[in-house]
């Protein structure tokens, strides 16, 4: 095991307190201050580290989508079955989605909006965005060996993982129906990858 710099205990308890106090208080009430008293480091290090309290939010966000996608683009074996592959990637997405954590994140981002726009701007297009992407290029290259026919991959994999997440994340977002259970979300893999498929398969 690689032992950590001091510099990387340090990030690393500043994420912890960050991740902690955002969810506690939401963006706007947590305080720079609050998150280096937990952390344990000075207000400065803090800074020296994040330029903001936009840039450790973006970031924290931003850690959820890139295990996913990173872990997606290792295990995309372009040899395997299609459907066997994109079932994988459903089950590490909607895991990540349907966490009560990560739900909480979306309503904070969401509530934020109107005040502070570049937060949202920055997030989609480096978590979302950039997943989308990964999505897509494995996509067009199962167009190119043949197996599909999908057209414009970037617009068929933003219509995958929209469908997999469905109105269920709508409905968990505002509370109006409980996080799915680990079966529920292997149903709502299945049927969104099998009428996926039986669109675009040749």
Known sequence: MVK?????????????????IFLQKGFSAAGMDEIAEAAGV??????SHFGSKEDMFVALLERKCTATRENFVSNADETAPIDATLRELGRDFLAMIF???TLK??????????????IGRRFFESGPETSTAAVAQYLERQQALGVID??????????LMSAMMNKRLIACLL???PIPTPDEREEMVQRTVAIFLDGVRR
Do not use: C, W
Request: proline share 2%; net charge negative; charged share 25%.
């Open 99 to 101: 966490q009560d954590e």
């Open 175 to 177: 509370k109006a129906a």
């Open 4 to 20: 950590q710099t001091r510099s990387e205990q340090k990030h690393q308890a500043i994420v912890a307190a960050a991740h902690d």
């Open 42 to 47: 000075s207000k400065r290090t803090v800074y």
């Open 150 to 159: 999908i057209g414009d991959a970037f617009q068929a994999a933003g219509t």
């Open 105 to 118: 994140m979306f309503r904070i981002l969401a509530a934020e909006a109107d005040n502070f726009p570049d």
